[in-house]
C-alpha cells in the first residue's frame, strides 16, 4: 500500500517539514497483520443513585511495515 499524507520525511540536514503535507513525498508500506488490540473496560458508577454500567472496548490495529520513503 502507499501512503501519500507524509507531514515529515528525511534525517538529518535533509529533514523536511510539510505545511501540513509534504508534496510529491510517497511512503510504501506492507500490511503484516489485522488484530485487535488490549481489552479497555468503561466503568461508571453515580453513588447513591444505583446506577453502575460496565462495558468493554478493544481497539481494532494493523501492523505495518514500512520499505521505503520517497521525499
Partial sequence: MEIKDVLAA????AFKVGTPILPGA???ATI???KR???VI???K???KGM???RGHRQELSVIK???IKA
Fill in 10 to 13: 528525511g534525517e538529518g540536514e
Fill in 26 to 28: 510517497v511512503v510504501s
Fill in 32 to 34: 503484516l497483520e489485522n
Fill in 37 to 39: 488490540g488490549k481489552k
Fill in 42 to 44: 468503561v466503568f461508571k
Fill in 46 to 48: 453515580k453513588k447513591r
Fill in 52 to 54: 453502575e454500567r460496565k
Fill in 66 to 68: 514500512i520499505n521505503s
